[in-house]
């Protein structure tokens, strides 16, 4: 009788970390998404010149620690997401961040000239490559534990974001 007490409550402590971790990285999104929202509205407002630079290249660093926060946070999940949890994670990013990256890409693109200008659009360009690469792994660590039958719609999502930041990459090489 203890002993399925006992399992009872691990099984249901189990349950609850798994569900806690889920949400720790739902609010992993909604900080990034929040810090790329941020780098876009600094990256409006840059007009030129080498020192109005510095908030879109802090916005840039703490886009790329944030992703990593996320990334880190993901590699916690447990090894096969409920549909539920899965579903929730792919809603949340579907409805931010792959909305929010592709915008933030565009404005960046939109500015090269003045990059260009001052000289440091390879710094941009190295910018989004690491930011690429974050991107993947945080994207990898979830899709690894999505349900067979939401990895599509995962990888949908995450494909829009994966190609912004490629046609960033692109740009920036030019």
Known sequence: MHFTSLL?????????VAGSQVDVVIDDITALDKDVQ??????????????PQ?????????????????????TGLPSKLSEDDASRLINHVNE??????????????????YFDTAGTSAVIKE???????????????VLERAPADRLADGKEVVDVITVALQRGVATFSN
């Not at 510095?54 to 993901?74: C, M, N, S, W």
């Not at 931010?96 to 000239?113: C, F, G, M, R, W």
């Open 127 to 141: 910018g989004l490559k690491v930011l690429l690469n974050d991107h993947l792994d945080f994207s990898y660590e």
């Open 96 to 113: 931010t961040l792959s909305v929010d990256n592709p915008i933030a890409v565009e404005v960046l693109i939109s500015k090269k000239p």
């Open 54 to 74: 510095v908030p879109q290249l802090f916005g840039l660093i703490e886009v790329h620690l944030a992703t990593r926060k996320g990334y880190y946070d993901a």
């Open 8 to 16: 009872s409550t691990l099984f249901i402590s189990a349950a609850v």
């Open 38 to 51: 941020s780098l876009t509205a600094n990256v409006r407002a840059y007009n030129g010149g080498l020192i």
